[in-house]
């Protein structure tokens, strides 16, 4: 997606500040170099944390419910200052070093994994030995990431066809995930997925509310339409539960809290490698890659196709600071671990924020300072439902629909990977199975109709690593 999306509601304006703090933040972050200001920034922060929220509630709500195999469970606050920690000080890390719009915190995909697979499921590991394994998979993708850059030369390998179609599968995927969260798509009887059965309830007419009402804001081109949708939309959900005795949403949003719990940190540095002894180096080994799999591709995706529509590449397509953002990135997944709040991720909901004019590390700035106050303020971010996200949500898939344009489908042999790209994404809830099955697909055609000489030899390697992680079974 190039730097000025046409039609975009936020173009911001160039003007330089004035003041003296305001121009040494332009110089650092450089704000006006990329078209924006101040006030875009900032608001795009705030967007960006509204987006992102919901996490402070859900992981630890995902970890600690499950006894691991000494018989302990996590706490779920202490789950949930680490989640708002972690999410704070990464997201610092990422503006101020990486100078990117972008928010990280607690995956959704690694945590379900680690909870139900490594601690609940056949491994049985304790909550200690779990979190070495994050930690474990983090450290391998810091290496690769800042060594060589090994990360971002698979990133650079990749056919610009594919990662045009990468940025369009995390649109659908992102559009898919605002559907589910409203209660508009749900599992179906006999198809794959179903429209809910019957237009009914409260939740639903919020979101119908929060979509059309933000969509006018975008169609009339008003600054921060995605900001102020999701404040009337949060306002009006908060009414209406207030009027139905707060039966609307059970699980405690829209709801203004009166008390608030204090932090705890007890959960820093409870990690442990004691599940190489417990699992065996072979198997242990096989994890270790499978999650750092799931991470690396997924988080490499993620940022290219956010960075994207951020109009942060340079003319040939590439990210000129891949190694400092993917670094980072891994650092998150480390850093989780040694909180036990599972692996930190760059988070696709950051494109809401980009959607609403953030380019610059300012945004993510803003963003993490939000999340540091969620430590001791924490209930707050549950007051926004997952039915006042969702329609923005719906609504950055149409802006990064718009890259669908960049691929070449006349090319088959492009074209076809490129489709399996978008579609598997949101198909498989998975960025990194849609990156996958697109960079093997490509791989084979391209080697089966004679074109061997047009295949950067990384995507042979990503091919086979790929090849490797789908025999095994291990799905993100």
């Given at each position: 997606?190039?730097?000025?999306?046409?039609?975009?509601?936020?173009?911001?304006?160039?003007?330089?500040?004035?003041?003296?703090?305001?121009?040494?933040?332009?110089?650092?972050?450089?704000?006006?170099?990329?078209?924006?200001?101040?006030q875009?920034?900032?608001?795009?922060g705030?967007?960006?944390?509204?987006?992102?929220?919901?996490?402070?509630?859900?992981?630890?709500?995902?970890?600690?419910?499950v006894?691991?195999?000494?018989?302990?469970?996590?706490?779920?606050?202490?789950?949930?200052t680490?989640?708002?920690?972690?999410?704070?000080?990464?997201t610092l890390?990422?503006?101020?070093?990486?100078?990117?719009?972008?928010?990280?915190?607690?995956?959704l995909?690694?945590?379900?994994?680690?909870?139900?697979?490594?601690?609940?499921?056949?491994?049985?590991?304790?909550?200690?030995?779990?979190?070495g394994?994050?930690?474990?998979?983090?450290?391998?993708?810091?290496?690769?990431?800042?060594?060589?850059?090994?990360?971002g030369?698979?990133?650079?390998?990749?056919p610009?066809d594919?990662?045009?179609?990468?940025?369009?599968?995390?649109?659908?995927?992102?559009g898919v995930?605002?559907?589910?969260?409203?209660?508009?798509?749900?599992?179906?009887?006999?198809?794959?997925?179903?429209?809910?059965a019957?237009?009914?309830?409260?939740?639903?007419?919020?979101?119908?509310?929060?979509?059309?009402?933000?969509?006018?804001?975008?169609?009339?081109?008003?600054?921060?339409?995605?900001?102020?949708?999701?404040?009337?939309?949060?306002?009006?959900?908060?009414?209406?539960?207030?009027?139905?005795?707060?039966?609307?949403?059970?699980?405690?949003?829209?709801?203004?809290?009166?008390?608030?719990?204090?932090?705890?940190f007890?959960?820093?540095?409870?990690?442990?490698?004691?599940?190489?002894?417990?699992?065996?180096?072979?198997?242990?080994?096989?994890?270790?890659?499978?999650?750092?799999?799931?991470?690396?591709?997924d988080n490499?995706?993620?940022t290219?196709?956010?960075?994207?529509?951020?109009?942060r590449?340079?003319k040939?397509?590439?990210?000129?600071?891949?190694?400092?953002?993917l670094?980072?990135?891994?650092?998150?997944?480390?850093?989780?671990?040694?909180?036990?709040?599972?692996?930190?991720?760059?988070?696709?909901?950051?494109?809401?924020?980009?959607?609403?004019?953030?380019?610059?590390?300012?945004?993510?700035?803003?963003?993490?300072?939000?999340?540091?106050?969620?430590?001791?303020?924490?209930p707050?971010a549950?007051?926004?439902?997952s039915?006042?996200?969702?329609?923005?949500l719906v609504?950055?898939?149409?802006?990064?629909?718009?890259?669908?344009?960049?691929?070449?489908?006349?090319?088959?042999r492009?074209?076809?990977?490129?489709?399996?790209?978008?579609?598997?994404?949101?198909?498989?809830?998975?960025?990194?199975?849609?990156?996958?099955?697109?960079?093997?697909?490509?791989?084979?055609?391209?080697?089966?109709?004679?074109?061997?000489?047009?295949i950067?030899?990384?995507?042979?390697v990503?091919?086979?690593?790929?090849?490797?992680?789908?025999?095994?079974?291990?799905?993100?």
């Amino acid at each position: 997606m190039s730097a000025v999306i046409e039609g975009r509601s936020h173009r911001p304006s160039a003007n330089k500040p004035s003041s003296g703090t305001l121009s040494w933040l332009d110089r650092y972050f450089g704000i006006t170099k990329f078209g924006s200001n101040f006030q875009t920034e900032v608001r795009a922060g705030v967007v960006t944390w509204l987006a992102m929220c919901y996490i402070v509630v859900v992981n630890p709500s995902i970890l600690s419910g499950v006894n691991d195999s000494a018989g302990h469970m996590l706490a779920f606050g202490q789950v949930e200052t680490m989640t708002a920690l972690v999410a704070g000080v990464m997201t610092l890390a990422m503006g101020i070093v990486g100078k990117a719009p972008l928010g990280l915190a607690a995956g959704l995909g690694i945590n379900s994994f680690v909870a139900y697979s490594l601690v609940g499921g056949p491994a049985h590991l304790t909550w200690p030995e779990a979190m070495g394994v994050v930690v474990s998979e983090g450290i391998v993708m810091a290496v690769c990431s800042y060594v060589k850059n090994i990360r971002g030369r698979v990133l650079d390998a990749i056919p610009k066809d594919l990662k045009a179609a990468i940025s369009v599968g995390i649109g659908l995927f992102i559009g898919v995930i605002g559907l589910v969260n409203a209660g508009v798509v749900v599992k179906g009887n006999g198809t794959l997925v179903g429209l809910v059965a019957q237009y009914r309830g409260w939740p639903l007419m919020i979101f119908a509310f929060g979509l059309l009402i933000t969509s006018a804001f975008v169609a009339r081109k008003m600054r921060g339409a995605l900001l102020y949708g999701i404040i009337l939309t949060t306002a009006l959900a908060t009414v209406v539960n207030a009027l139905n005795n707060n039966k609307v949403f059970t699980d405690g949003s829209a709801h203004i809290p009166t008390t608030f719990a204090a932090p705890s940190f007890h959960l820093i540095g409870a990690f442990s490698f004691n599940f190489w002894n417990v699992l065996g180096v072979s198997t242990a080994i096989a994890i270790v890659l499978s999650v750092m799999l799931s991470d690396f591709f997924d988080n490499t995706g993620t940022t290219y196709g956010i960075m994207a529509s951020a109009g942060r590449l340079d003319k040939e397509g590439k990210l000129p600071n891949a190694r400092t953002l993917l670094t980072i990135d891994g650092f998150a997944a480390v850093v989780g671990g040694i909180c036990s709040q599972s692996s930190g991720t760059t988070f696709v909901e950051s494109a809401a924020g980009v959607e609403a004019g953030g380019r610059t590390g300012l945004t993510a700035v803003v963003t993490g300072v939000l999340f540091l106050a969620c430590i001791f303020l924490a209930p707050i971010a549950g007051i926004v439902p997952s039915v006042a996200t969702a329609p923005v949500l719906v609504i950055v898939a149409y802006y990064m629909l718009k890259k669908v344009k960049d691929i070449d489908l006349q090319n088959a042999r492009t074209g076809i990977p490129a489709l399996l790209t978008m579609i598997m994404m949101p198909l498989t809830y998975s960025i990194t199975d849609g990156v996958g099955i697109g960079m093997v697909t490509y791989v084979v055609i391209s080697v089966l109709s004679g074109n061997r000489k047009d295949i950067h030899p990384a995507l042979y390697v990503v091919a086979c690593v790929f090849g490797w992680y789908f025999w095994r079974g291990f799905v993100a």
